[in-house]
């Protein structure tokens, strides 16, 4: 049974930093694309970050400079570092996994930034 479990969502206050995390199990972890998308109240599920099997790298343009998305093979786990955090990173985040045409999801976890 593949589970992906997100970890480390919160309250933080405008320019503060949180970091989550997702365990995966039931899959080769190493062999899958890791990906963080969120969604805000009342729009779309849009992509934040995403991590490749080589290590590579790509971001929103709304977060670059901000947030860093890594992994790490041996726990089985991906991670997002977000600084500097805004209101409009206000978000339920998510964390995907993705091999082929094959795509998992965790059930998300929420981060909420205000004063």
């Known amino acids: 049974q593949v589970q992906l479990v997100e970890s480390g969502g919160g309250l933080v206050q405008p320019g503060g930093s949180l970091r989550l995390s997702c365990a995966a199990s039931?899959?080769?972890?190493?062999?899958?694309?890791m990906g963080w998308y969120r969604q805000a109240p009342g729009k779309q599920r849009e992509l934040v970050a995403v991590i490749t099997t080589g290590g590579g790298e790509s971001y929103v343009d709304s977060v670059k400079g901000r947030f860093t998305i890594f992994r790490d093979n041996t726990k089985n786990t991906v991670y997002l570092q977000m600084n500097s955090l805004k209101p409009e990173d206000t978000a339920v985040y998510y964390c995907n996994g993705r091999i082929g045409a094959t795509s998992h999801w965790g059930q998300g976890t929420q981060v909420t930034v205000s004063s």
């Open positions: 039931g899959i080769i972890f190493r062999l899958y694309a």
